[in-house]
């Protein structure tokens, strides 16, 4: 009788097995076999037995399960053609670097694994031909650059980006030649057969696993709706990891958009072409048609209010009295570009993908501006020198639920934070998983019961909303700092607030004080690991893909719950739905939100079962309000203290 790939996860995981083996300093985790059964299982179901639905599967795994290697072995060993999407660079760079290879040694040594990234990270081989033709190249770099890109040419096999260390990560030379989707000449290319793109296509059509990150993944998904391929061929199962960010990076790609800086760059494009490729009249036509636009882009965009942020559209056109004529205005110049590049496409392919993009960019901006789908909302983004217009989908469940799940034979979610209230409900009902999805919570390995302490501020503490707060909360971080002897990562939700905090505290801590924005994220966070006794703030990003072991990091201070302002136009038109179905949006969607957000946030202080150390959370809405217990439910089983004390003891411990 043959053994089942479930079965077969026992060898691997158990005590005495493949990995404690051959994996130096592995210790058999009943978690990680647990969760690699399952997902064997998942993968393993007949036709018959998914009756007709893809096999699905969410586990929650907390910090320290190794979690990467329980999903990585059964896909892999499952023989299917299997996509793994992460979040983050730095988790696709572990599996290729750590996990792949390991594999390949001990378990499948023909194993045929590739990464893809998004089109910008490749080059272009037809624009650098434009570029090295250009008579203007000098403005994007100087000779010797151009001369270190031509000799790497000569020997990369990918025509990755990343390769290129020495290149700054906004320089406009690889803007000029980068393999952007909208430039694309495809088939039509003189270099098809050449191209870095082409060739990943074919590689990705051999392999048996890709590893992308969610944004590729749903671009290509949401390219698939309207029976296009992008670069990911047909797969049969997906491996959705740091899945709790699927239905933000979902809506990003399911929606429209159209931005000011679309059209002033395909106005670029356009006079360095024509100045290029065309003479006499024809030249002259492009150029003023194009400038005409970019003209009247710029007047379109001073229409919207200074203030920077994402507001609704509706709200603005209602409030503007001569939206419809501006509008039009605006329509009509696209189209007048359109008519020009149809006349200019003969010209060769290269204006034809032109062509294209004012094409679709003019589909694009009726779309939104028409606002007529009553499953969208519609707002606008001011940043510093451009407005952008989009159209997001109010609900991607549905979306989801025919493009991808009922086109695929397994669907699998994992993270450390897919459960609020020690329920899946949530994530469930944004994703739409049917009712009877199988779900698995597997609890952290790491004691925190014996190795933290999680500190509340006492009774008479300010709530987030009193002036005091922002005085107190910086008194009681420095008071926690000094217990901690710096080695602190203090969390804030809003930029302000992490500022002010800076300026206090550089004048009153003794230890090195390091801020966000001050440098790249994984500068700062090597002087952080480097200089034992520092103080790092931070914001958004830092709550999660931080992950600094030992003593550098022993204290974790939270301002407060990190509820969204739900002035966000796509958050308020959830708000409303759930409200209009009967719900509660406070605690059906902001409290769930707010609770995955400060897991997250609180999971930066374990990150090896050696680490120990102090959560703080500055927020007495835990105790003083109702709610405050579901926060306190969804936490690791820490002791808690209210006072100082405590606290200082704990830290004195360790000497």
């Known amino acids: 009788m043959s053994t089942s790939l479930s079965d077969t996860m026992a060898e691997i995981f158990a005590q005495g097995g493949i990995l404690a083996q051959k994996l130096p300093g592995y210790e058999s985790r009943p978690s990680q076999l647990r969760m690699a059964e399952a997902i064997a299982a998942t993968l393993e179901l007949s036709e018959e037995e998914r009756l007709g639905q893809p096999g699905m599967l969410a586990v929650e795994a907390g910090t320290g399960t190794g979690k990467t290697l329980a999903y990585l072995v059964p896909a892999i060993l499952s023989g299917q053609k299997v996509v793994v999407s992460t979040n983050t660079l730095n988790l696709q760079d572990q599996i290729l ?34 570029f090295l033709a250009s008579p203007q190249r000098n403005l994007f770099a100087d000779d010797r650059d151009t001369q270190r890109l031509a000799d790497w040419l000569e020997e990369t096999e990918n025509g990755d980006r990343s390769e290129l260390s020495w290149l700054a990560d906004n320089a406009p030379l690889w803007q000029a030649i980068t393999a952007s989707a909208s430039q694309c000449l495809g088939t039509n290319c003189p270099d098809n057969s050449s191209c870095f793109i082409t060739q990943l296509r074919k590689k990705a059509g051999q392999a048996q696993l890709l590893v992308v990150n969610h944004h590729l993944f749903f671009s290509d998904l949401a390219l698939r709706r309207f029976g296009h391929a992008e670069v990911l061929p047909r797969y049969e199962s997906v491996i959705f990891d740091e899945a709790h960010h699927l239905e933000s990076v979902a809506t990003q790609y399911f929606g429209t958009s159209f931005s000011h800086y679309q059209v002033v760059d395909l106005v670029k494009d356009l006079e360095t072409a024509a100045q290029a490729d065309l003479v006499g009249r024809a030249k002259d036509g492009v150029i003023q048609t194009a400038r005409a636009l970019a003209k009247q882009v710029d007047l379109f965009a001073e229409l919207f209010p200074r203030e920077r942020g994402r507001f609704s559209l509706l709200q603005f056109i209602d409030r503007f009295p001569g939206w419809d ?52 909302v519609y707002w606008y983004e001011r940043r510093e020198k451009t407005v952008a217009l989009s159209a997001s989908p109010i609900d991607i469940a549905s979306e989801l639920q025919d493009f991808l799940y009922a086109q695929t ?76 002897n710096g080695r602190t990562l203090v969390l804030f939700t809003s930029i302000n607030a992490m500022r002010a905090a800076h300026e206090v505290f550089l004048g009153r801590l003794p230890f090195p004080v390091l801020m966000q924005g001050e440098a790249p994220k994984a500068r700062l966070l090597e002087q952080f690991q480097e200089q034992t006794h520092s103080v790092l703030l931070a914001v958004a990003s830092f709550w999660e893909g931080v992950d600094v072991v030992g003593e550098s990091l022993s204290c974790v201070i ?98």
């Open 558 to 655: 939270i301002d407060k719950l990190p509820f969204e302002v739900p002035s966000d136009p796509v958050i308020m038109a959830r708000m409303e739905r759930i409200k209009n179905e009967g719900g509660n949006p406070f605690f059906d969607f902001q409290i769930p939100r707010a609770i995955l957000t400060l897991r997250q946030g609180v999971g930066r202080l374990m990150r090896s079962s050696t680490d120990r150390g102090v959560l703080a959370i500055c927020d007495v809405r835990l105790f003083s309000k109702q709610y405050g217990r579901l926060f306190l439910k969804s936490l690791p089983q820490s002791p808690i203290c209210r006072e100082l004390g405590p606290v200082r003891d704990f830290f004195q411990e360790e000497s």
């Open 325 to 376: 004529e501006e509008r039009q205005r605006f329509i009509d110049q696209i189209k007048g570009l359109c008519n020009q590049l149809a006349k200019t496409a003969m010209n060769g392919e290269s204006w034809q993908g032109m062509q294209r993009r004012a094409e679709e960019m003019l589909a694009s901006f009726t779309t939104i501006t028409q606002a007529q789908d009553s499953s969208s």
């Open 409 to 484: 034979r397994s669907v699998i979610f994992t993270s450390a934070t897919l459960t609020t209230d020690n329920t899946f409900t949530y994530f469930a009902n944004r994703i739409g998983l049917p009712k009877n999805t199988p779900t698995i919570t597997l609890t952290t390995p790491f004691d925190y019961a014996q190795r933290t302490l999680l500190f509340v501020p006492g009774k008479g503490f300010p709530e987030p909303q009193a002036r005091e707060f922002p005085a107190a909360t910086q008194q009681l971080m420095q008071e926690l700092i000094m217990a901690a």
């Open 97 to 130: 670097t750590k996990e792949i290879p390991f594999i390949r040694k001990h378990l499948a040594p023909n194993l045929n694994a590739l990464c893809i990234k998004g089109r910008q990270n490749y080059l272009c081989l037809y624009r650098w031909q434009q």
